[in-house]
């Protein structure tokens, strides 16, 4: 086909461009900034202050007085009245010898006097002249060695006086007692009273082999019981021993 121009006519196409694509820039992406983090600072922690703990002071603990105790009032020391008659016979025997003898007790139907070696006869004499005492009853022997002397007591009563029948009065003496006796050579003796009260005769033979007592002026002073040729410590003093024991 030809057109009016004469020309041959081609086909007018729009001109093909290029795609015009849009800049393909890099995606802008934000900075990448490190993550602000707040500054970490350090903890502040409180000032640990010592703590003050309250002056302790020692406990004031209130003042113990000593417990006043009511205070107890003894009763009153009632003088014992003693019996009448014992103390009767006592004052005699005072009267008589005065600070010779002593009052060792006084107390119903039994009064106790202690007299030295040297007035024992004496005094012996007069519980039976002046008192009616007239006959011994027993005689006992005690062994006292801490106080180095053996005690002699006599038990005295009255047959013949009927106010006497229930009385018994106790006289004592003391010999000296020997570490290593010797009976009838050293000097554990006393004068014998066989000569006042005839009933002391074997009684003071019983003294005399059982304690070593001696009785000066005693006019049979052999054993009673032991042998003759006992050896041995009378057998009644606290240091004799059995042998074999």
Known sequence: MSSDSGKPTTDSKPD??????????????PDSKPDSKPESKPESKP??????????????????????KPVVKKPEEKSVELPEFEKGISD?????????????????????????RENIHNVA??????????????????DYPQNQEIAVVYHIGSYSDPSL???ILVLSTTAQREENPIPGNDATRLPTLRDVFYSVEFHEREIF???GVYFEGHPDNRRL???EDWADLPPLRKDFAIKGR
């Open 209 to 211: 082999e059982m304690f």
């Open 16 to 29: 093909s461009k290029p795609d015009s694509k849009p800049d393909s820039k890099p995606d802008s992406k």
């Open 165 to 167: 029948a229930r009385q």
């Open 92 to 116: 005699k025997i005072v009267e008589k010898f005065g600070d010779k003898v002593e009052v060792a007790f006084v107390k119903k139907d039994r009064v106790g006097i202690n007299v030295s």
């Open 125 to 142: 004499k007069f519980i039976r002249d002046g008192l009616n005492y007239d006959h011994v009853e027993s005689v006992s022997g005690v």
């Open 225 to 227: 019981l032991l042998p």
């Open 47 to 68: 000032e640990t202050k010592p703590e003050t703990k309250p002056e302790t002071k020692p406990e004031t603990k209130p003042e113990t007085k000593p417990e006043t």
